[in-house]
């Protein structure tokens, strides 16, 4: 969810607007004399979002990326099984 708001309410609001941006995912467009001047999102989304400029700053990162979705669909893949060994052992997230 997207919400803009002034900078004023902003101020106002801003322990309730950051513990919704970390736990809701939401976004606030924050503006300044009615202009969009700032955007407040959750830290664990920003740092995502730096990840993925970082892997699209590098081309040769990209082209793996591209050649790996070719080989995809291609059929040309190998199974965790058939790489290492053995069977992948995947446990539900409740169960960690």
């Given amino acids: 969810m997207t919400k803009t708001l002034p900078i004023s309410e902003a101020r106002i609001n801003l322990r309730d607007l950051v513990e919704k941006a970390q736990r809701l995912r939401s976004h606030y467009v924050i503006t300044r004399n009615g202009k969009p001047d700032a955007v407040l999102i959750g830290h664990n989304e920003y740092e995502s979002w730096q990840e993925t400029l970082d892997v699209l700053a590098d081309s040769d990162e990209v082209a793996g990326i591209f050649e790996g ?21 995947v446990r539900s997230a409740k169960g960690r």
């Fill in 69 to 89: 979705l070719t080989d995809l669909k291609a059929g040309r893949s190998v199974s965790f099984k058939e790489t290492f060994g053995e069977a992948l052992n």
